[in-house]
């Protein structure tokens, strides 16, 4: 067995020197027959004798060169490389052949590389840390009940539980903790956000990440009190930043006006933990309370803003780590109930769990919102390629036709019919071959631009889209797929033929089998109905899109949003709810402003309050949204008061509660009766303000966290018992009665004329501001680019499965067309019979169109049964259609209609305007 | 081609002329191709027909299986001329395939002998 092996390895060691030993072999051959010449001579024969004698001794030279020329080598080794040198010439020779057929594959090939460049990069992919195996990220099994407290989105954990997890679990050798952030790190002037984590001291030790140049934080550096903060900068932001200096090591770093030392930089492609996002500057956990100030989460039982991983120790199991992690539970959540829980809320946390799940591809909040999208692209990019296989096939089929002789005449003389679809197939590989590298090189431009694509709103998706072994052998297994399917069968076909009938060709007639003619009908079929498939998709998403963009959202987007900060003004907190009113204002008082209104959320931002409410003395079902507004608010977003008033001067802190809620809010929990005067209060902890919010007025409905609200898990509650959940219920408090404000606010600006943009008003308005409050930090952003960023997947699903839709079409239309060429071509003798009797032009159109119509037809019907099935898949992503939506079907057979229609009308003409006996004399 | 569709008989001889080149280089130390092939008339008596070209199909193989080793040199007429010389697994190899010839010669001989009578 191993000789076997070392032979074959010899061999190939020998194949490389191959010349030199033929060579070697000629001289020492040549040089053995003259010494036996000589030796012959001597014995007393002439030269002429001991020649042949010699010869004769020694035998075939010529024979044992090549069977040593044989030997140096594998078999097939050469008969492959000969074959392609053979596929290589015949292609130079069709050079318009080759690069069409090179193209559409690289395409269809680079298209779908690209788009399981990104499946692998958010959901396949290993993190880039060390044995990213033994990762396990720890979860909380709610059993349906919510937290309570304040949370941030990704938040799992409160620290008190990080710190009791770490005391009491034994599963794992090391616990990781970290939280997202952003800073300013601007030095002045406009706020810069910068990405920014949170980390445990054991962060970067656990994932045995080292540091590019200086060092990474360790535990030393997260000791609580936090003495001199230290923060590690990301490899990408120190180049971006301080162009890759190494003196940045030592310097300070401000983040929001706080300044901290750079200790080190982490090494190139090290993101963190989490998948879609990256980080710019990591600072130890004990420096938290330093940047939050009095909303630390640092020992606030009730902040989930950590998320915390482990790595298992060496002989311990998923599973295993499963059983402890839920056994310590109990004791876990006994010991961190937060002492401001009323009973059920603390009976409902300490039943809570904790799950181990594996993480070795990291966490991800892409992976899971991208998830469907990206696997109906897969198979959008899949149908593309294999239609374009279609087309390639037809035109091998062909082409193998052309060399129907010469296949006729090596089979005749003994090849045998393997070795033939061997050497046919070798054209086909190396199509594939090239056609898959040119796309691998167009996948990654390809991919880049979809995230590019896919982070022009606020959503800032980061994701490393460097080809690892998985690309690699996802195009390396598309060329061999590709291949057999374009290549096997015209290979099989064209040798199945009797090389006598072959060879009898008529110069021009074609004498295809009937399985050539019935292989070409099939194929068209086909390629109608993956069309039909793709049109009907980009048919369904663009008519989803088109309905987002109507959505009605209840109030006018239009707006401008300024995040205000007073952190490093001397205004002090007393003094803030003045100061943002005055600023306000002012900003009312700008030319070209028409209202302007404080906001503590800002809608479709993504931030969320809510909360449930008690009315009649009994704890409400549900939750309830809040927000807290200025007077202008309903003005500004042009949302109409449909009952009531809105808040005014009135609502001074020291007068009664009041609270404008909307249509849905006082429909679930205000029937039947005047919602004006109505009272409630807000499910609070004990000790805490109890106040009575007097419900003045009553506002149209508008969308607070989503544009698709429905999908909000808090109305798929309700769903079932209302007819149409579409918005949430909001309470909106009045800012002026806030009490404790913190130091920033975002105010929203309307223009004077509805389509005037105020971005050259940006300085005035900043101005404004800090006339009244020098220093104080300014951020611009607008609802609109909220909303582009909530459907950037809509929109990317539509603009590229209408690309494919068309493009599909298009490959449709010049394979229907190839083949009605040659079909017309084939009953030439019968049209020309037809003519001769007498048929008309017209009548020979309506032949030609009436059997492509039959192709067309059959392909239609094939693509909307597999339309329909496909559909289903992709329903979540569907908005205002359902996956059989009659008006996309009819559209799509329209248009493959029309295509077939305007794809065979130049065959069918030509054929009409034949001269029967033109095509009588073949 | 021979691979694959060589039959037993050729396998056969080949294997025993591999062996005698093996032996002759093993018995007069390094030889060219020439030396070996008369070296081989020689001590068969020239009862041994076969053709001189065959041994350097046989040295080719033997070389694969690394048992010899080449290099250049010159001959006695100071032509340059490329001698093989046997390895340590060539001399292993020739250890192991004389014991088994010797085992098949003694099976074969009683049996015959045995027939005989």
Redesign the interface.
Same mark, same amino acid.
């Given at each position: 067995m191993w000789?076997r092996a070392s032979?074959i390895v010899?061999?190939l060691r +020998?194949a490389l020197f191959r010349r030199r030993v033929d060579e @070697?072999?000629r001289r020492? !051959?040549d %040089?053995?027959l003259e010494?036996?010449g000589d030796r012959y001579i001597r014995s007393g024969m002439t030269r002429e004798e001991a020649y042949i004698a010699a010869r004769r001794? +020694?035998?075939? %030279?010529l024979?044992?060169r090549e069977? !040593?020329h @044989?030997?140096?080598s594998l078999?097939w080794l050469d008969t492959t490389w000969q074959d392609l040198r053979y596929g290589a010439r015949l292609l130079r020779k069709s050079p318009t052949f080759c690069v069409v057929a090179i193209m559409t594959l690289a395409l269809g090939t680079g298209v779908n590389a690209a788009i399981f460049q990104l499946v692998n990069a958010i959901r396949l992919r290993s993190l880039p840390v060390e044995k990213p195996q033994q990762l396990v990220s720890l979860r909380i099994d709610q059993h349906g009940k919510g937290r309570v407290g304040r949370g941030q989105a990704g938040g799992v954990f409160t620290e008190p539980l990080w710190q009791e997890i770490r005391s009491q679990q034994t599963a794992f050798s090391s616990l990781i903790a970290w939280g997202n952030e952003q800073w300013d790190v601007s030095t002045d002037g406009e706020a810069v956000l910068g990405r920014g984590l949170y980390v445990s001291g054991t962060f970067f030790d656990a994932l045995g990440v080292r540091a590019q140049i200086g060092r990474v934080l360790t535990d030393a550096d997260d000791r609580k009190g936090c003495g001199e903060p230290a923060a590690v900068l990301s490899y990408g932001f120190w180049q971006a930043r301080y162009g890759g200096s190494p003196d940045v090591v030592g310097h300070a770093i401000v983040l929001d006006r706080r300044p901290f030392e750079v200790i080190g930089v982490t090494p190139p492609g090290f993101f963190g933990v989490e998948v879609g996002r990256a980080f710019d500057v990591a600072i130890p956990l004990c420096a938290e309370p330093l940047m939050r100030g009095q909303f630390s989460g640092i020992g606030n039982r009730a902040f989930w803003w950590l998320d915390v991983m482990g790595r298992l120790k060496p002989d311990w199991t998923i599973e295993r780590a499963n059983t402890h992690v839920a056994a310590i539970s109990p004791a876990v959540f006994e010991s961190t109930v937060p002492p401001s829980y009323k009973v059920e809320w603390a009976k409902n946390y300490t039943a809570f769990t904790l799950t181990a799940n594996a993480a070795h591809a990291g966490v991800s909040g892409v992976r899971t919102a991208y998830s469907t999208q990206l696997w109906v692209l897969l198979g959008a990019t899949g149908l593309v390629l294999l239609l374009t296989c279609a087309n390639l096939a037809n035109l091998m089929l062909a082409r193998s036709t052309a060399r129907a002789r010469e296949i006729a005449v090596r089979l005749a003389i003994g090849a045998s019919r393997g070795r033939v679809v061997r050497q046919m197939l070798s054209e086909s590989a190396l199509i594939a071959g090239v056609g898959a590298l040119v796309g691998l090189l167009l996948a990654t431009w390809i991919s880049q631009t979809l995230v590019r694509f896919l982070n022009a709103g606020t959503a800032r998706i980061f994701v490393d889209l460097s080809p690892d072994w998985r690309v690699f052998a996802f195009v390396a297994g598309s060329a061999c797929v590709t291949c057999v399917l374009f290549g096997l069968s015209p290979a099989l076909t064209a040798t199945r033929r009797d090389p006598a009938d072959a060879v009898h060709l008529g110069s021009r007639s074609s004498t295809d089998g009937h399985e050539a003619v019935a292989i070409r009908r099939g194929l068209i079929v086909v390629q109608v109905a993956l069309s039909m498939v793709l049109v009907i998709g980009a048919a369904l998403f663009v008519r989803t899109l088109r309905n987002l963009g109507a959505v009605d959202l209840g109030f006018d987007p239009n707006v401008v949003v300024a995040s205000v900060d007073l952190r490093r003004t001397t205004v002090r907190p007393e003094a803030r709810t003045q100061a943002f009113a005055e600023i306000v204002a002012r900003l009312g008082e700008l030319p070209g402003v028409r209202h302007a209104a404080e906001t503590l959320i800002v809608p479709l931002s993504g931030a969320d309050w809510n909360g449930r409410i008690v009315s009649g003395g009994v704890v409400r079902d549900g939750d309830v949204h809040f927000n807290q507004v200025g007077g202008d608010y309903f003005r500004v977003m042009e949302t109409p008061l449909v009952a009531g008033r809105t808040f005014d001067n009135r609502d001074r802190p020291d007068a009664p509660a009041v609270v404008v809620v909307n249509e849905t809010l006082a429909r679930r929990y205000f029937p039947h009766v005047d919602p004006i005067g109505q009272t409630f209060q807000m499910d609070l902890p004990p000790g805490a303000a109890q106040p009575t919010y007097h419900i003045v007025g009553v506002v149209r409905d508008a969308k607070y966290l989503r544009v698709r609200e429905e999908r909000t898990a808090a109305i798929a509650r309700f769903s079932s018992t209302e007819s149409s959940a579409m918005f949430l219920p909001i309470a909106y408090l009045a800012i002026s009665q806030g009490t404790m404000r913190p130091p920033d606010v975002r105010i929203v600006v309307r223009a004077d004329a509805p389509q005037r943009s105020l971005t050259g008003a940006q300085g005035a308005i900043t101005r404004a501001i800090n006339d009244v409050a020098p220093g104080a930090a300014v951020s611009y952003s607008a609802v609109t680019s909220y909303i582009d960023a909530l459907l950037v997947t809509e929109r990317l699903i539509a603009w590229l499965s209408g690309f494919f839709g068309v493009l599909a079409m298009l490959i449709a239309a010049i394979g229907l067309y190839g083949v009605m060429s040659y079909l017309v071509t084939r009953r030439r003798i019968e049209i020309g019979v037809r003519m001769a009797l007498g048929a008309g032009p017209g009548m020979v159109i309506r032949m030609v169109l009436a059997e492509s119509a039959a192709l067309v037809g059959a392909g239609i019907i094939a693509g909307v049964v597999l339309a329909l099935v496909a559909a289903r898949y992709a329903v979540s992503l569907l908005y205002g259609v359902t996956p059989a939506d009659a008006i996309s079907f009819a559209f799509a057979v329209a248009a493959l209609g029309f295509v077939g229609l305007v794809a065979s009308w130049i065959p069918a003409r030509r054929a009409s305007r034949l001269a029967p006996t033109v095509a009588l004399r073949e | 081609m021979a691979k694959g569709r060589a039959s037993d008989r050729t396998d056969v001889l080949q294997g025993t002329l591999d062996l005698m080149v093996l032996k002759t280089l093993e018995t007069m130390g390094p030889l060219h191709g020439y030396g070996i092939a008369r070296r081989l008339e020689q001590v068969s008596d020239d009862l041994l027909k076969l053709n001189e070209g065959t041994v350097y199909a046989s040295l080719m193989r033997l070389l694969h299986r690394r048992w010899i080793s080449a290099s250049w040199g010159a001959s006695d007429n100071n032509r340059k001329a490329r001698f093989y010389a046997i390895t340590a697994s060539g001399r292993r190899q020739l250890t192991r395939e004389t014991e088994n010839w010797g085992r098949i010669a003694g099976v074969m001989a009683r049996l015959l002998r045995t027939a005989r009578s």
């Open positions: 000789t032979l010899s061999r +020998f @070697d072999m020492e !051959i %040089a053995h010494l036996l001794q +020694f035998g075939n %030279a024979s044992v069977e !040593i @044989d030997m140096n078999p | -």
